[in-house]
T-cell receptor, first 115, second 111 residues
Framework: ETGVTQTPRHLVMGMTNKKSLKCEQH?????MYWYKQSAKKPLELMFV???????ENNSVPSRFSPECPNSSHLFLHLHTLQPEDSALYLC??????????????FGQGTRLTVV | DAKTTQPTSMDCAEGRAANLPCNHS???????VYWYRQIHSQGPQYIIH???NNETNEMASLIITEDRKSSTLILPHATLRDTAVYYC????????????FGPGTRLSVLP
């Protein structure tokens, strides 16, 4: 248990569906991240939120839409996805700023399959 | 953030120490070295991090060379459950710095 919870753990969706991934952290952190991991590839950073503001968008297609309503919750809204978007989607949080305790903690991920 | 270089894969006998190297020759003075591991299809797990001094915790030891251009993660008594991909990351501790993952080292602990 890392203190970062992702739901659902598995999701199968059609290309015309709209779904959302949820991430919640119970660590009091001020930064949250979405990563994508395709099969046999390294983690790719998608979005970063610091103090609820989006600070990074790594050229992610608009069919992925993040939302950070508060510093404890992060959503990834999905619509009109493609089969190549099938991947493990990972959420992480960290306490940004100077100091020693700045490591990121990850959730267990959502395994997404687009059919 | 500085780039890191790690071997693609390594084997280690169960019960022996696993020594995983990482080169970060362009590391800046205020960049920390972080280690994570990822067991198949799970989220990455934080292991340890350090700036200059060697660090030890219940999972591993981190040895950083004096010039800080390389480091070694040591798992003192590897078990089969330590089989995973290990990632070495360098990152400043300032606001807004991201965790950027490379391909890592696939460690196989053999019985």
């Amino acid at each position: 248990e890392t203190g970062v919870t992702q739901t659902p753990r598995h999701l199968v969706m059609g290309m015309t569906n709209k779904k959302s991934l949820k991430c919640e952290q119970h660590l009091g952190h001020n930064a949250m991240y979405w990563y994508k991991q395709s099969a046999k590839k390294p983690l790719e950073l998608m979005f970063v939120y610091n103090f609820k503001e989006q600070t990074e968008n790594n050229s992610v297609p608009s069919r992925f839409s993040p939302e950070c309503p508060n510093s404890s919750h992060l959503f990834l809204h999905l619509h009109t996805l493609q089969p190549e978007d099938s991947a493990l989607y990972l959420c992480a949080s960290s306490q940004d700023g100077r100091g020693k305790d700045t490591e990121a903690f990850f959730g267990q991920g959502t395994r997404l399959t687009v059919v | 953030d500085a780039k890191t270089t790690q071997p693609t894969s390594m084997d280690c006998a169960e019960g022996r120490a696993a020594n995983l190297p990482c080169n970060h020759s362009t590391i800046s003075g205020n960049e920390y070295v972080y280690w994570y591991r990822q067991i198949h299809s799970q989220g990455p797990q934080y292991i340890i991090h350090g700036l200059k001094n060697n660090e030890t915790n219940e999972m591993a030891s981190l040895i950083i060379t004096e010039d800080r251009k390389s480091s070694t993660l040591i798992l003192p008594h590897a078990t089969l459950r330590d089989t995973a991909v290990y990632y070495c990351i360098v990152r400043r501790d300032n606001y807004g710095q991201n965790f950027v993952f490379g391909p890592g080292t696939r460690l196989s602990v053999l019985p």
